[in-house]
């Protein structure tokens, strides 16, 4: 089934095609990214790192799950 016309995916591709001298090394992993992500809690309640909340977050929807409830399973 092809893309819809509002997809994405296209303009992400050609910009992967402008840098093709990207080397793995060059790209920061999935934890690198996700720790750049600002934690808005109030640091009083706070008992896991937000790192590891999306950590564990990404891990369920890579496992299947379509839904917060299912991410909370």
Do not use: F, K, N, Y
């Not at 990214?33 to 891990?59: I, N, S, T």
């Amino acid at each position: 089934m092809p893309a819809d016309a509002s997809s994405l995916i296209p303009p992400g591709l050609d910009q992967l095609r402008e840098h093709p001298a990207v080397t793995p090394e060059d790209v920061p992993g999935l934890l690198e990214r996700l720790a750049q992500v600002p934690d808005p809690r109030d640091p009083r309640g706070v008992r896991h790192a937000v790192v590891v909340v999306l950590a564990l977050a990404a891990c369920a929807v890579l496992a299947g799950a379509t839904s917060i409830l299912a991410v909370d399973e």
